[in-house]
């Protein structure tokens, strides 16, 4: 079972840094690939990273360079390190689990059922 819970959001004046978590309570995290979305007001979410059971990354364009994902499958946590933070990155972060069998066996990442409640991220002088 799959259960998905996010943390390290905050208010940060522009050009700082937040790093987000996402630490699942299922047995099966090392298979899991996972992604990270936003969702800001009046926008839909939109798709911010991705990791793979084997590490491999994905990012929007407009967070490359600025993001880094990466996971600790000791921890069953995947981290969101977001540096050089601007206005525009102000959302409600979500984390993603994809368990499908396929993604694991193929290492690659598709929007899964799982999701997290979120975490707030505001950017804000």
């Known amino acids: 079972q799959v259960q998905l819970t996010e943390s390290g959001g905050g208010l940060v004046q522009p050009g700082g840094s937040l790093r987000l978590s996402c630490t699942d309570s299922?047995?099966?995290?090392?298979?899991?690939?996972m992604g990270w979305y936003r969702q800001a007001p009046g926008k839909q979410r939109e798709f911010v990273a991705s990791?793979?059971?084997?590490?491999?990354?994905n990012y929007a364009d407009s967070v490359k360079g600025r993001f880094t994902v990466s996971r600790d499958n000791a921890k069953n946590t995947v981290y969101l390190q977001m540096n050089n933070l601007k206005p525009e990155d102000t959302a409600v972060y979500y984390c993603?689990?994809?368990?499908?069998?396929?993604?694991?066996?193929?290492?690659?990442?598709?929007?899964?059922?799982?999701w997290g409640p979120g975490t707030q991220v505001t950017v804000s002088s």
């Open positions: 990791i793979t059971s084997r590490s491999a990354t």
């Open positions: 299922g047995r099966a995290f090392s298979i899991l690939a």
């Open positions: 993603n689990a994809d368990a499908a069998l396929e993604s694991y066996y193929s290492d690659t990442y598709n929007q899964g059922s799982h």
